[in-house]
């Protein structure tokens, strides 16, 4: 099974395999995670819903079934503390400059994070993120 719930768009067909896409929300103000995560989904065939505010994504989450959320720890309204309030059932990927304290690691996962990464954030990192969500949800650990 692919990352999340399949998104609006019809059905893609590949090599004669129909791939179904899917959905990930980009909470990010900085274009290196932005383009970090978007490399990695298209590839994969997987939709990032970008957005920059708190505000913005739960306009987002009312009307889209996303399967990770990739958020940056301070964003323009609020911080991933606010996020992580309103998106109990999906895996939140907190992205947290390297300057900060490993208490904000600490906290985030204490909060619910599925795991910190660190800010501009890696393909290397995003595509284990990715790996990571689809193996928690084929095993049912998340």
Known sequence: MLLGAPSSRPEAQEGGVTAVKRQVLVVSSEAANRRAIEEVTRAWMIDAIICSSLQESRAILATHGVAAVFCEDH?????????????????????????????VDREALALGALDVI???CSRQDVQWMIIRTMQDRATGTR
């Open 75 to 103: 964003l323009t309204d609020g911080t991933y503390r606010d996020l992580l309030s309103i998106v109990p059932k999906v895996p939140v990927i907190v992205m947290v400059s390297d300057d900060k304290d490993e208490s």
């Open 118 to 120: 660190g800010s501009p």
